[in-house]
């Protein structure tokens, strides 16, 4: 019987050094998403999130999101409280950047080199954000805006008894520091474990709150659990299926004739998925319904603009709200897709290459094609998103669900993807181990 990648990989010994490393980082996260900041009364944070979490989440999606990336340390007020959103922002802002910055697009160009100017950049970026979201969440705890108002005993002077200065910036350079040793530990990851760290963690704090949500629903009624778990086998299915989903442009190199030696004439193809944006559509639609509830918080006098957010915009169940989130999802899946695969500069990198795509003729015609069969499945590739995304949200209204439903969504995309692709690793190194060859 053939044993599973798994087994074999801890069979391996140098790829169970590799596992068992990525094991101690993740417990180090863990442990660091617990302890709470220097400032914090623990018996006080401890007893509002545990309130927050029983009686649906934090208010806002974006609110609820960053809560979710952070394995409800967020809630916390713990030294990883911003967990790995500010790096993900600033990963963000750095790839759009390449756009519209030349310099950084000569930089992307570059090589290895540039590359890590790049990442140098991103940290950077990544501190700068850290700073700010701390500074933010900080505020929000004092003034007693972090919980629902009608949560009894958690205002600012429950959770931060000594609000003086010195103690407010102690809290934000220990909040800052937790943002570098996630980027570290992440790092780390990539360099001495298996997959790409920063997905891992990410993985790691949404898997960390799903056995609350599910329990949460389990003490609600458990036909609704039931009902909940056949749906997410579903769902995930679905997604496993969609994920893996890609047209293969067939792609045939000319033969060339170099010195007294011909080269090319072999034959690949040009990977498209069909969700070739990934998850960050969602985080961008997310972020852009977040600012009309920003925005009520600071122009409180005018009553109309604030009561149509509250009334509209603000609850996740609500028709208007669901309306413009998936036409978000929609229109930013297109805008990314649009930004990270340029037809013309692949169909200039295939024609210096000597490669054609048979029956279509190099240089425009080919960026033509390229462009009318990316278009094609990015169309199903953003409804599927956003029939994704909205799945959490009808769940709300429909099980009374938490605000995170643990199966739709942001948490099911990045939990199915960073699975499927830490998966891939672990077999890809496995073929290089122990492959026989063709005489066996």
Aim: proline fraction near 5%; charge should be positive; include cysteine.
């Amino acid at each position: 019987m053939q044993l599973s990648a798994f087994t074999r990989a801890f069979r391996t010994p140098d790829l169970r050094k590799k596992l068992l490393f990525v094991l101690f980082i993740i417990v180090v996260f863990r442990i660091g998403s617990i302890i709470p900041t220097p400032g914090v009364s623990y018996k006080a944070i401890t007893h509002c999130a545990n309130l927050a979490t029983t009686s649906g989440g934090a208010n806002g999606n974006v609110y609820g999101l960053l809560n979710l990336f952070s394995g409800g340390a967020l809630l916390r007020l713990s030294v990883f409280a911003l967990g790995i959103m500010p790096y993900i922002t600033a990963s963000i802002i750095i790839q759009l950047l390449t756009v519209v910055i030349p310099r950084f697009e000569e930089l992307k160009k570059e090589g290895a080199g540039g590359t890590t100017k790049l990442t140098q950049y991103t940290r950077y970026l990544t501190i700068a954000l850290g700073i700010l979201e701390a500074t933010g969440y900080i505020a929000m705890a004092r003034f007693g805006q972090l919980f629902p108002s009608s949560s009894p005993g958690c205002t600012g002077d429950d959770i931060i008894p000594n609000q003086s200065i010195f103690t407010i910036v102690v809290m934000v350079f220990t909040m800052t520091a937790g943002v570098s040793v996630i980027m570290w530990l992440g790092e780390l990851i990539t360099d001495r474990g298996i997959g790409n760290g920063m997905s891992i963690l990410i993985f790691c704090q949404i898997i960390a709150v799903v056995p609350s949500q599910l329990g949460a629903i389990y003490s609600q009624s458990k036909f609704k659990f039931a009902i909940v778990m056949i749906i997410g086998v579903a769902i995930i299915a679905a997604v496993v299926f969609v994920e893996q989903a890609q047209r293969r442009i067939p792609l045939q190199y000319a033969k060339r004739m170099i010195g007294r030696k011909m080269y090319g004439g072999s034959s690949t193809y040009v990977p498209l998925k069909v969700n070739q944006a990934g998850v960050i559509p969602v985080i961008f639609a997310s972020s852009l319904l977040y600012l009309p509830q920003l925005a009520s918080l600071i122009w409180q006098s005018n009553q109309g603009f604030v009561s149509f957010v509250n009334r509209y915009l603000v609850k996740g169940d609500h028709p208007l709200y669901m309306g413009i989130y998936f036409v978000l999802i929609l229109f930013f899946t297109f805008f990314y897709v649009s930004i990270t695969f340029n037809p013309v500069e692949v169909a200039d990198n295939m024609k210096k290459a000597g490669g054609f795509i048979p029956g279509i003729r190099p240089g425009r015609p080919t960026a033509e094609y390229l462009d009318f069969v990316l278009t094609r499945i990015t169309t199903p590739g953003s409804l599927y998103l956003g029939v994704i995304s909205l799945i959490p949200l009808i769940a709300i209204g429909a099980f009374q669900a938490t605000q995170q439903f643990p199966f739709g969504g942001t948490s099911i995309l990045i939990m199915v993807g960073v699975g499927l692709d830490t998966v891939k690793q672990i077999e890809s190194q496995l073929q290089q181990r122990n492959y026989a060859g063709f005489l066996r």
